[in-house]
C-alpha cells in the first residue's frame, strides 16, 4: 500500500505529464522559498501559470476540489508573490489548479484553468 506522500508525489507526476502533453513547459517543481510552496510553475504561449495539485482516492468522502480552502488558495497567492519577487516576471499569471483522482495505480487530472482569481 502506498502511502499519502507516495500518492501525492504520483498525482504531481500525473499532472506534470497531463501539462507537457497540453504544450505547458515545466518551469519549476515544489518550488520552496521559506514557509511558502507551490507544486508546480509552468509557462505556456508566454504565461506563467501556478499549479495547486490535490489527489484524493475515487470513492473517497471527499473529492481533490474539497481540499482548496480559503486559507489554502490565500496560501497559494503569498507563494506567488514571493515566487515573482524572487524570479521577476512580465508575463500574466494564472492559478490553475489541478484535481486528481487515483484507483487502482491509475491517475486522472482534471485541470481548472483560472480556478483562483488573482489578488494583486
Known amino acids: 500500500m502506498q502511502d499519502k506522500a507516495e500518492i501525492g508525489r504520483l498525482g504531481e507526476e ?3 505529464a497531463w501539462l507537457q502533453r497540453h504544450g505547458f ?3 519549476e517543481r515544489n518550488w520552496r522559498a521559506g514557509r511558502y510552496e507551490v507544486d508546480i510553475i509552468a ?3 508566454g504565461e506563467l501559470h501556478i499549479v ?3 489527489c484524493r482516492a ?4 471527499t473529492g481533490p476540489g474539497d481540499a482548496y480552502t480559503g486559507s489554502k488558495l490565500a496560501a497559494l497567492h503569498r507563494a506567488a508573490e514571493a515566487y515573482i519577487e ?3 516576471t512580465d508575463a500574466e499569471v494564472h492559478f490553475d489548479l489541478a484535481s486528481v483522482t487515483h484507483c487502482g495505480g491509475r491517475f486522472e ?7 483562483v482569481p488573482p489578488r494583486w
Open 14 to 16: 500525473a499532472t506534470v
Open 25 to 27: 513547459r515545466i518551469v
Open 43 to 45: 509557462e505556456r504561449a
Open 52 to 54: 495547486e495539485v490535490k
Open 58 to 61: 475515487r470513492g473517497g468522502l
Open 86 to 88: 524572487q524570479n521577476g
Open 109 to 115: 487530472v482534471e485541470y481548472i484553468p483560472d480556478a
